[in-house]
């Protein structure tokens, strides 16, 4: 079937460590995003990109890097400069043209320990 | 400034009982379209329902329907004949034009349906 799969589930990070949370899609689509959940709040957009090799920052990306070498994949680096790393992250993606639809991944929640 | 805003407080529902979410936006943008998610324990979003700026009736999918005031820049989800099922989180979204595709999500409501 298809659909948007991350990895890990949970992850711990020390403090200063890069951590890189993967999100893979085999939906064929075009658009990729990461979005950041804290508790009892909202999704924020932290980076998004429409196209392989071409990505934009979104609202809150700083202390984040990310790559789209490949359509399937839109890994996200979660580097030591995210002072406030703990959340859970959630990876999305949306197939260009018809009616719009975001599938989103199952989300891995990180913690710095 | 926000663009999506939900306001209620934790909701109790009884089960068989239909609850109603509020929701209301920002944009100046005439094309936009509005989603309902429902986010459980286990952390996935579930695409609910859909409506678009364009849209004369109001959109339904099964047990969810959405009244969309558009003056009023208002869209309320409507769950009848509530389940055990739906206690969740729901969030409404919104995507402005046709560019970038970003969704922007209001902080969500919570509803605990109580048998």
């Known amino acids: 079937d298809g659909g948007i799969t991350q990895s890990p589930k949970y992850l711990f990070r020390k403090e200063g460590q890069n951590v890189t949370l993967s999100c893979e899609q085999n939906?064929?689509?075009?658009?990729m995003y990461w979005y950041r959940q804290d508790p009892g709040q909202g999704l924020r957009l932290i980076y998004y990109?429409?196209?392989?090799?071409?990505?934009q920052k979104g609202d809150i990306a700083e202390g984040y890097s990310v790559s789209r070498e490949k359509k399937e994949s839109f890994p996200l680096t979660v580097t030591s400069a995210q002072k406030n790393p703990t959340a859970f992250y959630l990876c999305?993606?949306?197939?260009?043209?018809?009616?719009?639809?975001?599938?989103f991944g199952s989300g891995t929640r990180l913690t710095v320990v | 400034a926000q663009k999506i805003t939900q306001t209620q407080p934790g909701m109790f529902v009884q089960e068989k009982e239909a609850v109603t979410l509020d929701c209301t936006y920002d944009?100046?943008?005439?094309?936009?379209?509005l989603f309902w998610y429902k986010q459980p324990s286990s952390g996935e979003m579930i695409f609910l329902i859909y409506?678009?700026?364009?849209?004369?009736q109001n959109a339904t999918e099964g047990r969810y329907s959405l009244n969309f005031q558009k003056a009023r820049k208002s869209t309320n989800l409507v769950i009848s004949a509530s389940q055990l099922g739906d206690s969740a989180m729901y969030f409404c979204?919104?995507?402005?034009?046709?560019?970038?595709?970003?969704?922007?999500f209001g902080k969500g409501n919570q509803v605990v349906v109580i048998p």
């Open positions: 999305a993606s949306m197939g260009i043209g018809g009616w719009p639809s975001y599938t």
């Open positions: 939906l064929n689509h075009d658009a």
């Open positions: 990109s429409q196209i392989v090799n071409d990505f």
């Open positions: 944009t100046s943008d005439p094309s936009y379209g």
């Open positions: 409506q678009g700026s364009y849209d004369q």
């Open positions: 979204a919104m995507r402005e034009g046709y560019g970038n595709n970003r969704l922007a």
